[in-house]
């Protein structure tokens, strides 16, 4: 079983609907992160968490919201989505004092 | 903010053939990443560096603090390397996460 996992894989939305992207974990990592690739752009950092009770705005935060459930899950929220959130999300995963980042397998997200 | 610049953005090159991605910074970093994604989406992590130089298998990262710049090598190159390596720096401080290059496209043809 992987590590980091995302639900929905794929998603097909309308405009002003409400959705949300699920990641969990099994590492047991307590940093948690949120980012979008869109082409051209690179990955860019939407939100991340250092534990339950620690949430931070990363780069592009406007127009999502998060929420950390439990230290092995890690939300994104779209509250209306917009077609310009059309692209791939990511979620990864750090232990605290090691460098490296685990990443889920992604979310496609297509908003109409 | 941490400015990522990768070259070049797409590579085709033989089989066989010595590869040679470059990354470049501009704020000083805690570390260094080297990113793999295939045409499936998927990433994973090839190399953190932070100093110096590592190698895994056929792969080589270098890295230069002093010039804020950093290589990933690949030697004698497989169809099977083809895919995205992307470049990414965490800077330090108090804020946290990947700051990422656009990527760079490798097609290794047989």
């Known amino acids: 079983d992987a590590d980091v996992t995302q639900t929905p894989r794929n998603r097909i939305t309308k405009t002003g609907k409400r959705i949300m992207l699920e990641c969990s974990q099994t590492?047991?990592?307590?940093?948690m992160y949120w980012y979008r690739q869109d082409p051209g752009l690179g990955l860019r950092l939407i939100y991340y968490?250092?534990?339950?009770?620690?949430?931070n705005k990363g780069e592009i935060s406007d127009g999502y919201s998060v929420s950390r459930q439990a230290q092995a899950k890690f939300s994104l929220s779209l509250e209306s989505a917009i077609p310009n959130q059309t692209a791939l999300y990511f979620c990864?995963?750090?232990?605290?004092?090691?460098?490296?980042?685990?990443f889920g397998p992604g979310t496609r997200l297509l908003v109409l | 903010k941490n400015e990522v610049e990768q070259s070049p953005q797409n590579l085709t090159a033989q089989e066989g053939e010595f590869i040679t991605i470059n990354c470049s910074y501009s704020?000083?970093?805690?570390?260094l990443h080297w990113l793999q994604q295939h045409p499936g989406g998927g990433i994973v992590s090839l190399f953190m560096?932070?100093?110096g130089k590592k190698k895994h298998g056929r792969l080589i990262a270098t890295i230069n603090i002093q010039e804020k710049h950093s290589s990933l090598h690949i030697t004698a190159s497989h169809p099977r390397d083809s895919a995205v390596y992307i470049c990414?720096?965490?800077?330090?401080?108090?804020?946290?996460?990947?700051?990422f290059g656009k990527g760079t496209h490798l097609i290794i043809q047989p």
């Open positions: 590492k047991g990592h307590d940093r």
């Open positions: 560096l932070s100093s």
């Open positions: 704020v000083g970093i805690s570390a």
């Open positions: 990414a720096v965490r800077s330090g401080g108090g804020a946290d996460g990947l700051t």
């Open positions: 990864a995963t750090r232990a605290q004092g090691e460098e490296t980042q685990y």
């Open positions: 968490s250092f534990d339950v009770k620690d949430i």
